[in-house]
């Protein structure tokens, strides 16, 4: 590899691992290969997973983190209805093992009977309804968020559901035919482990109604238009929208008060709605209470006797992911006290393991971001002034959120009981979802956060323009207080521009500074901003993930938002590093210089193994693409890395100049 010469200093740790560096893959043929080369050929994805790579070990860490609180307070003696003793409790329900073996298919017998003595669709929407309060998935979703027109008032958002296979490509397309016969025979599997004799004919129907089901989906792609997905209806209109099906039953069944709750709904997806409760309505309900306790069993076979557990891992993990063993069983305690109390437990990570100086340390980043972003958009050729006037006042009005809330979730109403799992996992689900109704009507909680401390991730949140930053990715080799601004601006530096860079991708875009869906842009800049998202989505179109037959490829306008948000990322980072470092030479680390660096940092959170398996299914659920491509498809992009590698006409990442996609 050709380096840049300059003075050598080593009087800071790179924050680059070098262990890993394959020589004989050329940097400017395959940036991800040549920085993690060594680890790819080397490390086996362990036996429980399907994946691995540095978020894992990321999260790794903080699961062990959180383990060893929630067993503290399994163990300790806290005061009665504390959220320690209500940790405790839940863990150590999941954890007694003897006590869940001893029960069975017990504790959803009840529920089971309640479906099978329905008699009407009327009574069944109203079962639905209950099952879904409870933890059940039903036949469409729903949450409660900001209005994206008025975004200072919440309303609830209606979207489509009522599927068991990861979307609704996975009932269509040639290349899941296997996929589907394993998931049949699976249904089959447990409706006899639930005692039915006919449980080959119910997996039938199961699988022929959740086809038809599938038959009304909106895509992937269609289904991430803010525009399309935004239709306010009030509720009479959503009533008449689905009248094969009784809302007001399933009103009832979700435990609200419909006529006030409901008063006005955001439907994501009005046709899947109008079709499907016609096809509720002129379907044999047996069919549909056949499906319902599909579901209920479904919901679950985590929480119910091993052989359920297994059978539930047989398909959804081995199956679907390429898993081989399924997860220690205290490995799945621990998520599933985080899915019930997780900002109480996050209450106490951010205690014992998130220093104060971090979150000074990613003030100063976020603000360099902020900053180089500021600057390019200012300087942005295609762009006219008043639709970058509008861009900067976004910019401005931009909220960062760091390490955890300033408020900590209430749980007191929240009742549990050690010897009662699925009454654990039900009561849990139950009190978020009148958590969240009980938004309507009440002024938006903008310090309200949506990952909790200890998750290894960060988000945009359009609808109150924020970028959040949980406690526990601001780690190595995201980020190190100690460690080289290279490091940093290539890690944490390029995922905070990455998230700011939502704001600007081709949805956020379409939202102001306020969080309210706006077109704040011209004909003239939508149609350049268009055409550069055209080349890019056409770019990742052709990709395929290493190990796969070539008919798997990238979904270019699925994934295109994330791609505008990495290509953004890096792009500015490398603006944002070259303010911090005005003035002063980077020094040369490990034979580095600051640049290229940037590029190794960049290169090696991206670090990642998959099982093949688990990489198909990702092509049709995950609007981020392959992690070689989030690296190298981004790269090739930029022009500081061809000047950083002398990167030249006939390498393999090389782009003639015109072709390179330049956003922001």
Request: with cysteine; hydrophobic share 40%; aromatic share 12%.
């Amino acid at each position: 590899m050709d380096v840049v010469t300059a003075s050598k200093t080593d009087s800071l740790p790179s924050g680059i691992d070098l262990e890993w560096v394959d020589d004989a893959v050329r940097v400017q043929d395959d940036l991800f290969s040549h920085v993690n080369g060594k680890w790819l050929d080397t490390h086996e994805i362990p036996d429980d997973r399907s994946v691995d790579g540095a978020f894992h070990v990321l999260r790794d860490r903080a699961e062990e983190n959180v383990r060893d609180i929630i067993t503290a307070c399994a163990k300790a003696d806290p005061p009665s209805g504390s959220d320690a003793q209500k940790i405790g409790d839940l863990f150590g329900s999941f954890m007694d093992t003897d006590h869940i073996e001893a029960l069975g298919i017990g504790p959803i017998r009840g529920e089971i009977e309640a479906i099978e003595a329905v008699t009407s669709t009327d009574e069944l929407s109203g079962r639905i309804g209950r099952l879904q309060r409870h933890g059940v998935g039903g036949l469409f979703g729903f949450y409660v968020d900001t209005d994206a027109k008025q975004s200072d008032r919440y309303l609830v958002h209606v979207v489509q559901s009522g599927l068991g296979l990861p979307d609704e490509s996975y009932y269509r397309d040639d290349n899941h035919a296997e996929t589907r016969e394993a998931y049949r025979d699976h249904v089959s599997r447990m409706f006899a482990l639930a005692g039915y004799d006919d449980a080959d004919a119910r997996a039938t129907t199961v699988l022929n109604l959740e086809t038809a089901i599938a038959g009304h989906h909106w895509d992937v792609v269609r289904r991430r238009d803010a525009d399309l997905t935004y239709n306010l209806f009030s509720l009479g209109e959503f009533d008449s929208l689905a009248s094969g099906f009784n809302i007001h039953e399933w009103f009832g069944g979700l435990g609200t008060v419909g006529d006030v709750t409901f008063a006005e709904v955001v439907v994501g997806q009005p046709s899947f709605i109008d079709d499907v409760t016609t096809l509720f309505a002129e379907s044999p309900i047996e069919h549909w209470k056949t499906w319902l306790t599909w579901r209920l069993l479904h919901s679950a076979a985590s929480y119910l006797s091993s052989d359920f557990v297994d059978e539930n891992f047989a398909f959804y993990g081995r199956t679907l992911t390429g898993a081989e063993t399924i997860r220690d069983r205290w490995k799945r305690g621990v998520g599933f006290v985080e899915g019930a109390m997780g900002f109480a437990v996050g209450k106490l990570y951010v205690e014992e393991h998130f220093p104060p100086e971090a979150k000074a340390r990613m003030d100063e980043l976020i603000a360099n971001l902020v900053a180089a972003y500021r600057q390019n958009i200012s300087d942005l050729p295609w762009m006219t002034p008043s639709t970058r006037e509008r861009a900067l006042v976004k910019l401005d009005k931009f909220t960062p959120k760091i390490g955890y809330p300033a408020q900590w979730r209430d749980y007191s109403a929240l009742s549990v009981d050690r010897g009662d799992l699925i009454g654990n996992y039900a009561r849990a689900a139950s009190f978020e979802n009148e958590r969240e109704f009980s938004k309507i009507g009440s002024p938006v909680d903008r310090d309200e956060w949506f990952m909790t401390p200890q998750t290894v991730n960060a988000y945009y949140n359009p609808g109150m323009n924020e970028i959040v930053f949980p406690a526990a990715i601001l780690q190595p080799p995201f980020f190190d207080p100690d460690a080289d601004d290279a490091a940093n601006y290539g890690g944490i530096g390029a995922v905070i521009g990455h998230e700011i860079g939502h704001g600007f991708d081709d949805q956020g875009a379409k939202y102001d500074g306020d969080g309210n869906l706006v077109d704040w842009w011209s004909d003239a800049d939508r149609t350049e901003f268009s055409k550069r998202t055209k080349a890019l989505i056409e770019q990742y179109g052709e990709f395929t993930p290493e190990g796969l037959d070539d008919k798997y490829k990238v979904n270019g306008e699925f994934t295109i938002g994330e791609n505008i948000g990495d290509l953004g990322g890096l792009s500015i980072a490398l603006v944002a590093y070259r303010l911090a470092t005005e003035g002063t030479e980077p020094p040369v680390i490990d034979e580095l210089t600051g640049i290229q660096r940037v590029f190794y940092s960049w290169a090696q959170i991206w670090r990642t193994k998959t099982r093949d398996a688990e990489a198909i299914r990702r092509l049709s659920i995950d609007p981020h693409s392959p992690p070689e491509f989030r690296c190298n498809g981004v790269v090739r992009n930029i022009d500081a890395f061809y000047d950083a590698f002398d990167v030249a006409e006939g390498d393999e990442l090389f782009l003639p100049d015109v072709d390179r996609v330049r956003i922001w």
